[in-house]
């Protein structure tokens, strides 16, 4: 009988969750060669912690908590901001303890409107993915409809900053992606030029969406497909789409992460060419002589700067009289980085295109994978604060954990 006893009482205990016995942790953030504010932070978590169904962060100078979140990532990172400024070659110290629960608030929340997916901070919208087709507005123009891409892409007063059907190039829509000279079976598909009734790109399925205090966003499903397959309609590429939109304080940011990999057993060719990949296309009132502008990280511009590789390019312009601007960042990590950019000479758009280095293949089994960062703010182009995001990008903030 006690033996009996002994028994249940071991099962209870093997049954008890991991956050009832493990113990907090203290981390330490070093802010590195430069100041930091309104930052992402990241920390791959440990498997002694990754049974936890939340976290509590606690500054241990003055004790206050600061919201975090789990990333949806494989090993599972958790996430915070850096919202109060930690000067260069400052660190400071931080307290994780496991929860029994999630937060259930969420600052950064991720809808379905059935349409599209809208993604907020709090209630400002700062993007839309469109995952259900948008017809072209000329009928007589119906190749042009397009689905799997952001539009509109938000300012935080609401000012909508990309455009898409623009007259000039109905084929550009908000921030896409997409190759233009390629090679896949002999055939000459162009996936950028829809008029060419060549190819198309449209949205799949959507993965998953998530929200929280710290960050939100989806994961979606893309594919590429050539329409002069002799046998029909053939795919070439299936691609994803992970875009995580932060709880920043300083504009809007947010990430996108894209993977494609060979539909099939064919490589498709990318060929060298002037442009394509990941494009974003500015509002029709800045195709205009003073409309749009660009600046690069290396002080290049509209007429010096096309094909020049540079880590961002800012597009900056006037809107009801008011500044904005969007950059994209091109990840130091993403192949033949820094990638040459396309600069058009007079429309508001821009592409980072490896394509312009020469030729390369996707194959099978052999993922191409490229990542971006964005920020929207209101105002002149503030090119310290640029460079300072820049660095946060490709040189975050690192954590380490102490033993006490």
């Known amino acids: ?97 496991p929860t029994a629960e999630s937060s259930a608030d969420a600052a950064v929340t991720c809808r379905d409107n059935g349409r599209q997916l809208v993604v907020s901070v709090g209630d400002k919208p700062v993007l839309h993915y469109n995952h259900v087709v948008v017809p072209a507005p000329n009928a007589d123009e119906a190749y042009y409809a397009r689905s799997g891409y952001l539009h509109p892409l938000f300012a935080p007063d609401g000012q909508i900053l990309t ?5 000039d190039h109905p084929h550009q829509h908000g921030v896409m992606f997409a190759w233009t000279n390629t090679t896949f079976e002999g055939r000459d598909i162009n996936f950028w030029d829809q008029k060419s009734q060549a190819a198309k790109i449209e949205h799949v399925a959507i993965g998953e969406t998530f929200q929280g205090q710290v960050a939100g966003g989806f994961r979606a499903s893309l594919r590429h497909t050539d329409l002069t397959a002799p046998d029909g309609p053939k795919p070439v590429l299936d691609e994803t789409w992970e875009v995580r939109v932060y709880n920043v304080s300083d504009g809007f940011l947010f990430d996108v992460h894209s993977t494609q990999r060979c539909a099939g057993d064919s490589p498709l060719t990318i060929n060298q060419y002037h442009y394509g990949g990941m494009a974003i296309r500015g509002r029709r009132e800045w195709l205009k002589a003073d409309g749009a502008e660009f600046l690069t990280s290396a002080g290049k511009t509209r007429d010096n700067g096309n094909h020049s590789r540079p880590n961002w390019v800012t597009m900056s312009g006037q809107l009801d009289g008011r500044p904005y601007d969007v950059t994209m960042f091109a990840s130091p990590s ?38 971006y960062r964005f920020h929207v703010a209101q105002g002149a182009p503030d090119v310290k604060r640029t460079q300072q995001l820049w660095q946060d990008y490709a040189d975050p903030p690192q954590v380490t954990l102490i033993n006490d």
Request: aromatic share 10%.
């Open 334 to 371: 993403n192949f033949r980085a820094p990638q040459p950019v396309r600069l058009h000479p007079s429309k508001p758009y821009f592409v980072f295109a490896p394509l312009v280095l020469g030729e390369f293949q996707i194959r099978p089994g052999t993922p191409y994978e490229s990542r």
């Open 1 to 97: 009988m006690n033996t009996v006893r002994v028994c249940l009482f071991a099962g209870a205990l093997l049954s008890i969750p991991l956050l009832a016995v493990a113990e907090p942790v203290t981390l330490k953030l070093q802010a590195g060669k430069q100041d930091r504010v309104s930052t992402p932070v990241f920390w791959e978590l440990p498997a002694a912690l990754r049974k936890a169904s939340g976290f509590t962060l606690t500054r241990v100078e003055d004790g206050n908590n600061v919201p975090v979140q789990i990333t949806q990532d494989d090993p599972p990172r958790i996430m915070w901001i850096l919202d109060e400024e930690l000067k260069a070659g400052q660190s400071r110290r931080y307290r994780l303890t």
């Open 163 to 167: 455009g898409d059907f623009a007259p």
